[in-house]
């Protein structure tokens, strides 16, 4: 079990965007077959043991590349380390373009972290209104949502530029923060959970006691809903994090860059200014940290909140 | 690496498709046709400028600071091909393009027939520094026309020969000046065990370089249709050159500008580079155990005595269509592009290597290079400068054509068809590119 839990936390951390298909089909069958038997068992081990080597031997490569310097990255084994030059690196990259680096850092966090829990609030509201209260058209609005699912993020991004650019508000924090509060999937999970666990009677209950309906959601409701949330939290944050073609589109103004476009930037002039290289690595590789914790940190909640989608 | 910008490209084509379904919806006349004229507007200006070149912002402030009624703001991004140039056309569309961007010479095409760039043409101040420019700069930036001027020539990258001296002098090697010299040498270097150079798959921009050196055209434009000639005869004779080194396993092909490409350099398996006055960085960087080994000397000629040189790379600042301010936007890329203090500190910041020819000769271009042993490497590469052609066109769909001629070369190099079979192939996909997107062709 712990190897599955490695697995995702690494999973995550390097950025991919399907966590969630993985961990669901590798937590729900332990659980429902406890009479396993020795080899199935090994086989499982095995196939797991193989996929976590091949999800970590980049980060390795990632880990031991941005300790050495410019002549001993090129020179030695790449999967070894050779004279410690770490914080050397680090230090060069704090003070290049007077810190720009830390600059994006704290911008993904803003992205990444308000973005995802105004997604996370809006989707709570919206899903939990839909699951339990009736009206007129709540289907459709529901399969709406369903079908913005389906329509990846790339593909709007040129016609939210296009529609930006109407109310000049591109090259804006508002412009990547925007787009960000939207998470039609968190609404489908938030909609499924609320109906499995906000029992109606103790709706009920909470409206005889003199409660609003608003305050019957932030005192009541969405304390049930938390498990929840918090996998809608994490799976935007992610998103959003990773969500590096909306601020390409958008953004020109390097204060603004979250650190993936803005590695990407670097990266993408290295044939011509080679000295930004090192920078890139040690900065991809300090940029995956902020990811790490917040895995690891609301791990717990994400598994049960994935647990319960998946039986719904 | 290589899979993320593929994802990208492909990203960004879906960009480019769903932009241009909405240029064919009928926007097409909502940009003023109107040449603008180049008058000074009076008042405080503010000028935006994308470029991608890092500490750029150095020399923007220079002139920030001289000229308080003429501000500008420097954006940035990727570098061109990687998402910069995409954002320009969206922004075209958009109507809130930047008042100057970066443009690369062999995209500049692109730009001119989507009619996004104003021509500079109308301000007389352009027109008069002509002269400050090597020729065939300028040739790049007016397209070849008489009347236009696309941007103003900010760097060049003239190419020259890299060169191991330390391990042609070891064994008694002559340093090759004509390219059957080089394959001679060749021969001899591979019997010790090592490549005389790598051949790049992926660096079409280098192999257009070498044909531009032969004398040879990809393009032209007669002011109405194209004329794509990929398969010309000088473009024959250098794919057939290269390609029978690499049948003959005369050169190595990794890919380029990876870790086992520099490792190449670094451990002393691959002996020279034919590359541009920039690519002096790249080896510094990329081949740091052999310091103080390497010399620069002019490109191997194809007739010996010849006096020819090719061209990889180089930018143009151009000012895009839709700008209120024309005259400040063409009187700061002037003044950035042909000022000694802003020559100097973008070199200073980035290595950048003028198109002027007073550019040529800053104190810093004069210095001998530690790495190359001292050598005053600059004094070759200016001297390379004049030696290239002013007669080289680019295509309006390069990084089309780049692409497709990039897949051959890799079948190439792994023995699948020859560099001309891709030439070839790369030729007939640039001409349905072309009518695909209805710029005329001539056959």
């Known amino acids: 079990m712990s190897a599955v839990i490695d697995t995702e936390a690494a999973h995550g951390s390097i950025g991919s965007d399907v966590p969630a298909g993985r961990s669901r089909r590798g937590a729900a069958p332990a659980g429902r077959r406890p009479k396993e038997r020795f080899i199935p068992r ?4 095995l196939v797991m043991g193989v996929f976590t080597l091949y999800f970590l031997v980049p980060i390795w490569w990632l880990v031991v590349a941005s300790t050495k310097d410019r002549a001993d990255f090129l020179g030695t084994n790449p999967l070894w380390f050779a004279d410690f030059a770490f914080f050397d690196n680090v230090a060069a990259l704090f003070a290049y373009r007077d810190g720009v680096y830390l600059r994006w850092l704290l911008n993904s966090v803003l992205y990444a972290g308000f973005g995802a829990l105004v997604a996370t609030l809006l989707a709570a509201m919206c899903g939990y209104a839909l699951a339990k209260y009736r009206f007129p058209g709540r289907e459709a609005i529901f399969n709406v949502v369903l079908g913005g699912v389906l329509v990846p993020a790339t593909a709007l991004a040129l016609p939210l530029f296009l529609l930006f650019s109407r109310v000049q508000l591109t090259d804006t924090f508002w412009s990547v923060f925007l787009p960000s509060v939207v998470s039609p999937f968190g609404v489908y999970l938030t909609r499924v959970f609320a109906e ?6 103790l709706l009920e209950a909470s409206r005889l006691d003199g409660a609003g309906e608003v305050r019957t959601f932030f005192t009541v409701s969405i304390r049930l809903m938390f498990p929840a949330l918090v996998t809608v939290f994490l799976f935007q944050f992610v998103a959003i994090w990773n969500n590096f073609f909306l601020p390409l589109i958008m953004l020109r103004s390097e204060e603004l860059f979250p650190v993936t476009f803005g590695l990407y930037a670097w990266n993408s002039s290295i044939n011509q200014f080679p000295e930004l290289r090192s920078f890139v690595l040690v900065g991809a590789l300090l940029s995956i940290i902020p990811l790490i914790v917040t895995f690891l940190l609301l791990q717990r909640y994400w598994r049960t909140g994935l647990g319960t989608g998946a039986l719904k | 690496m290589r899979h993320t910008k593929r994802a990208v490209a492909a990203a960004l084509l879906t960009t480019v498709a769903i932009a241009m379904a909405g240029c064919s919806a009928g926007t097409a006349g909502s940009g003023s046709d109107a040449a603008a004229s180049c008058e000074p507007a009076g008042g405080d200006v503010k000028l935006t400028f994308t470029s991608w070149i890092p500490g750029i912002e150095d020399a923007v402030a220079i002139w920030n600071e001289a000229n308080p009624d003429i501000q500008v703001e420097v954006q940035t991004g990727p570098s061109g091909n990687a998402g910069t140039y995409q954002n320009f056309f969206n922004q075209l569309e958009a109507g809130n393009a930047p008042d100057l961007g970066q443009i690369e010479y062999d995209a500049l095409p692109n730009f001119r027939v989507q009619d996004g760039l104003e021509n500079l043409a109308v301000c007389e101040d352009i027109v008069a520094a002509k002269d400050q420019f090597l020729p065939w700069t300028w040739s790049q930036a007016s397209l070849g026309t008489a009347d236009e001027l696309y941007g103003v020539p900010q760097d060049q990258g003239p190419m020259g020969l890299f060169y191991r001296s330390d391990l042609f002098e070891k064994n008694g090697i002559p340093v090759p000046t004509t390219w059957d010299e080089y394959k001679d040498a060749a021969v001899k270097i591979r019997a010790l065990g090592g490549y005389i150079t790598n ?14 050196q032969a004398g040879g055209q990809w393009f032209e434009n007669d002011g109405d249709a194209w004329t794509v000639d990929l398969t010309s005869p000088e473009s024959t004779k250098v794919a057939d050159y290269w390609q029978d080194l690499i049948a003959n396993d005369l050169v190595s092909t990794y890919p380029a500008w990876t870790d086992e490409w520099n490792n190449a350099y670094n451990s002393g398996e691959v002996w020279t580079w034919n590359s541009a006055v920039w690519g002096a960085n790249s080896i510094l960087s990329g081949a740091p155990d052999t310091a103080g080994n390497w010399s620069v000397a002019l490109a191997p000629q194809w007739e010996a005595g010849g006096e020819s040189a090719g061209n990889w790379g180089g930018s143009s600042v151009a000012v895009f269509k839709g700008t209120d301010h024309l005259y400040e936007a063409a009187k700061f890329a002037l003044w950035l592009n042909t000022s000694e203090e802003a020559l100097t500190s973008l070199n200073k910041t980035a290595q950048i290597y003028p198109a002027t020819t007073a550019g040529l000769e800053l104190p810093v271009l004069k210095e001998g290079v530690d790495f190359y042993g001292g050598q005053k490497i600059y004094d070759v590469f200016a001297e390379a400068a004049t030696q290239v052609s002013p007669d080289f066109t680019w295509g309006p769909t ?12 890799k079948a190439a190099a792994s023995g699948d068809g020859t560099l001309l079979d891709a030439l070839t192939k790369g030729q007939e996909s640039t001409i349905s590119t072309l009518e695909a997107q209805s710029i005329p062709v001539a056959e």
């Not at chain 2, 051949?199 to 531009?212: E, K, M, R, Y």
């Not at chain 2, 390069?398 to 070369?409: E, I, R």
């Open chain 1, 196 to 201: 499995a666990s906000v029992p109606d009677e």
């Open chain 2, 398 to 409: 390069m990084t089309q054509t780049y692409a497709d001629v990039s897949d051959g070369f």
């Open chain 2, 199 to 212: 051949f790049s798959q992926t660096d079409i921009n280098q192999f257009a370089g070498f044909v531009w």
């Open chain 1, 42 to 45: 090994a086989g499982a081990m």
